[in-house]
């Protein structure tokens, strides 16, 4: 597989309202000069699959004149979403009635993840979930896979063909998991060094070494897990953090000598800069401080954590100005209940109200887009809409249901418009989704 691959682009050109976000991770601040707005717009995209211009459709440049193109005119051409926490062996598995987070994974989703041994079936539930992003609007996504090296590369080729930005790694666990779901430490970080070889920076593709949890490794495979991040300085690092009473009481017990759930990580070298932590809901004072002192990032994952009552995510103490936090936002298939960006930060709005704290639309599609870019360290080539960076654009109508058509009445600005679509929205509202220039996805 080269970086060019099998897809064939031709320029094109889009048209509609162009609205683009940027911001700062550890602020979440995106003010009015971050927003990029324009109301009769065009962007160019080069047979490259990237953005080559964005402007005033007016003011196409001549060069462009002749190129294709596709009109949405009312509608709002967008970065794609970006879906920082996902796990896609888990497709099929949302409204698993677990009562809580430990039992939801015994009985419904280690039994489920055994099957992805078996490379055809890996292969045709990638081509299904990849189907399921695009059509709601997602262009990019950091996943996990399972324990198998075969569900790593039928994910990693499904989104080699749409030439997407996609991020994922082997879960290593080696206990308290049934037979055909484990690892050994040894073999773990074999594996894992043999998919970075094989993916990581192959096209778009990223590596992220991928410790499911501390329940579910002994100390020495996260002790592996911590070399394999020091041998591979590129490569990003995925767990879980304090997502619920149950867990933290569980890793409590298998750690006695831990300071806290995070100090059990960074005493494996797990604690960095490049490592992103799905949850952190139930952090004290001195985890924060060291999340925000190691330059981690939180990724959070709000109709996950109400499905399975895991808690409340703190916004706004991550905010804190002495010790701001990089936060992204995710679905957590299938703990979580959409696949729906939109309706993720519809459930974000309403767990940050709890938290007092009414998130702004802005910050909201930031976190959504930008934000996890940046997390994910793909920025320099998606997450906003930018000259030179891929078109991985979305197309999004805020009139797409009937009491939209009605709400959009009352939205007197850019931003009252992008709230009702973000809190009434869903896949119905995507019309159109765009990989690298190319059209994945189409409401008819
Ligand atoms: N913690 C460990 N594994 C998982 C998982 O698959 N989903 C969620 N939500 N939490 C986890
Ligand atoms: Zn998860």
């Known amino acids: 597989m080269s970086d060019t691959a099998t897809y064939k682009n031709a320029a094109k050109v889009l048209t509609g309202t162009v609205?683009?976000?940027?911001?700062?991770?550890?602020?979440?601040?995106?003010?009015?000069?971050?927003?990029?707005?324009?109301?009769?717009?065009?962007?160019?995209?080069?047979?490259?699959?990237?953005?080559?211009?964005?402007?005033?459709a007016g003011e196409l440049p001549e060069q462009y004149e002749n190129a294709e193109r596709h009109d949405y005119q009312g509608q709002y051409l967008m970065a794609g979403f970006i879906d920082a926490h996902v796990h896609f062996p888990q497709y099929r598995m949302p409204a698993a009635p677990g009562k809580s987070l430990m039992e939801w994974l015994s009985k419904y989703t280690f039994p489920e993840e055994i099957?992805?041994?078996?490379?055809?079936?890996?292969?045709?539930?990638?081509?299904?979930?990849?189907?399921?992003?695009?059509?709601?609007?997602?262009?990019?996504?950091?996943?996990?896979a399972t324990v198998h090296s075969v569900s790593v590369d039928a994910l990693f080729e499904a989104a080699s063909e749409f030439n997407m930005a996609m991020v994922s790694g082997k879960t290593m666990m080696d206990r308290m998991a049934p037979e055909?779901?484990?690892?050994?430490?040894?073999?773990?970080?074999?594996?894992?060094?043999?998919?970075?070889?094989?993916?990581?920076?192959?096209?778009?593709?990223?590596?992220?070494?991928?410790?499911?949890?501390?329940?579910?490794?002994?100390?020495?495979?996260?002790?592996?897990?911590?070399?394999?991040?020091?041998?591979?300085?590129?490569?990003?690092?995925?767990?879980?953090?304090?997502?619920?009473?149950?867990?933290?009481?569980?890793?409590?017990?298998?750690?006695?000598?831990?300071?806290?759930?995070?100090?059990v990580y960074a005493r494996f070298g797990l604690l960095t800069d490049r490592s992103i932590f799905a949850h952190g809901i139930h952090l004290s004072?001195?985890?924060?401080?060291?999340?925000?002192?190691?330059g981690a990032s939180i990724i959070h994952c709000p109709t996950s954590n109400n499905f399975l009552g895991s808690g409340l995510f703190d916004l706004p103490a991550t905010k804190k100005a002495a010790r701001p936090?990089?936060?992204?936002?995710?679905?957590?298939?299938?703990a979580g209940t959409s696949y729906s960006m939109l309706a993720t930060m519809a459930e974000a709005y309403k767990v940050a109200m709890l938290k007092g704290y009414a998130l702004p639309a802005f910050e909201a599609y930031y976190l959504a887009t930008l934000a996890n870019a940046q997390i994910l360290r793909i920025?320099?080539?998606?997450?906003?809409?930018?000259?030179?960076?891929?078109?991985?654009?979305?197309?999004?109508?805020?009139?797409?249901?009937?009491?939209?058509?009605?709400?959009?009445?009352?939205?007197?600005?850019?931003?009252?418009?992008?709230?009702?679509?973000?809190?009434?929205?869903d896949d119905r509202l995507i019309s159109a989704t765009y990989v690298a220039g190319n059209i994945v996805h189409q409401i008819d």
Request: aromatic share 8%; glycine share 8%.
């Open 115 to 144: 099957q992805y041994g078996d490379e055809a079936f890996a292969q045709r539930a990638a081509t299904v979930f990849l189907r399921e992003l695009f059509r709601n609007g997602t262009t990019s996504a950091l996943t996990f």
């Open 285 to 294: 004072e001195r985890e924060y401080q060291r999340i925000h002192d190691a």
């Open 180 to 263: 055909g779901l484990t690892d050994t430490p040894e073999e773990s970080y074999a594996q894992s060094q043999s998919l970075i070889d094989n993916w990581h920076k192959k096209g778009r593709a990223r590596y992220a070494v991928t410790p499911r949890f501390a329940v579910t490794s002994t100390e020495e495979q996260l002790r592996f897990a911590g070399e394999l991040l020091k041998a591979n300085p590129s490569v990003l690092m995925q767990t879980h953090l304090s997502e619920s009473p149950g867990e933290i009481a569980t890793v409590e017990e298998l750690f006695p000598d831990a300071q806290d759930y995070t100090d």
């Open 19 to 56: 609205v683009g976000f940027t911001g700062s991770p550890t602020s979440g601040q995106v003010s009015e000069q971050d927003v990029l707005h324009i109301e009769k717009g065009a962007i160019a995209v080069n047979a490259d699959g990237r953005i080559a211009w964005i402007g005033a």
């Open 379 to 425: 920025d320099d080539e998606t997450g906003s809409l930018a000259v030179g960076k891929y078109a991985d654009i979305i197309v999004v109508n805020p009139r797409a249901t009937p009491i939209l058509e009605h709400r959009q009445q009352l939205s007197g600005s850019l931003e009252s418009s992008l709230f009702a679509c973000m809190i009434l929205g």
């Open 325 to 334: 936090i990089a936060v992204g936002l995710a679905t957590d298939i299938g």
